[in-house]
């Protein structure tokens, strides 16, 4: 499947759009527009190539990868889904907003679908394998194409970095062990969609992440 990458101004999130081009179904990774301009390009982008989204799909439920959730969830009428131990950062949306200072109205998050480590998600054709990669929070998960060689994976691997552990349910020693578990185990090639930032490729975060050494 096709990835597509939109970068929001809420602390630089990367919001992605992966397309299976066949039968022109996407999905909407972590929904990061803050204001009307964002969301407008996301349902022009949409409604532009002709896609169906099937899924509003959350790596995490910090704000700045959910402040998104309602209004796509509404637009294109799909489902949100997220893992069940990252539902109370869904419901303190609002609270999460207050203590970053952002002004803007937010609505907290309601989960249609809890994601399992190990599920298949169905786009189309194509299929994303959900893996649990706790830590950065404790529902973080990282969404692998198999077939199409990489993984989006929110906030638990950047290049050259890992994610955050000092918010609510983060820990590094769950952060590190997962991300070795989960991610470090793919193929080498694997392009690697973080939250944030650049992608990179797992060989690179093998050889080079001071985090991971």
Do not use: W
Not at 111 to 118: K, R, V
Request: some cysteine; charged content about 25%.
């Amino acid at each position: 499947m096709k990835v597509v990458k939109f970068g929001f101004s809420l602390f630089g999130i990367n919001t992605y759009v992966v397309v299976d081009e066949k039968t022109r179904k996407c999905a909407v990774i972590d929904p990061g527009m803050i204001d009307r301009e964002e969301e407008e390009a996301l349902v022009d982008f949409v409604r532009r190539n002709g896609l169906a989204v099937t899924h509003v799909i959350n790596t995490h439920l910090h704000i700045d990868h959910a402040i998104g959730d309602k209004f796509a969830a509404e637009a294109f009428g799909a489902p949100v889904l997220a893992h069940r131990d990252d539902e109370f950062l869904g419901t303190r949306l609002q609270q999460q907003a207050a203590q970053f200072g952002i002004a803007e109205r937010v609505d907290n998050v309601s989960i249609s679908s809890y994601l399992t480590d190990g599920e298949k998600i169905k786009i189309g054709e194509g299929e994303l394998e959900v893996l649990h990669v706790p830590g950065h929070s404790p529902g973080g998960v990282a969404l692998y194409d198999r077939e199409g060689g990489y993984v989006i994976a929110g906030d638990s691997l950047f290049a050259g970095s890992v994610g955050r552990t000092d918010l609510p349910g983060g820990d590094m020693e769950q952060l590190l062990t997962a991300v070795r578990d989960k991610l470090l185990t793919l193929p080498p090639e694997t392009v690697v969609y973080p939250g944030h930032g650049p992608a990179t490729t797992i060989a690179r975060e093998k050889a080079s992440n001071p985090f991971l050494r």
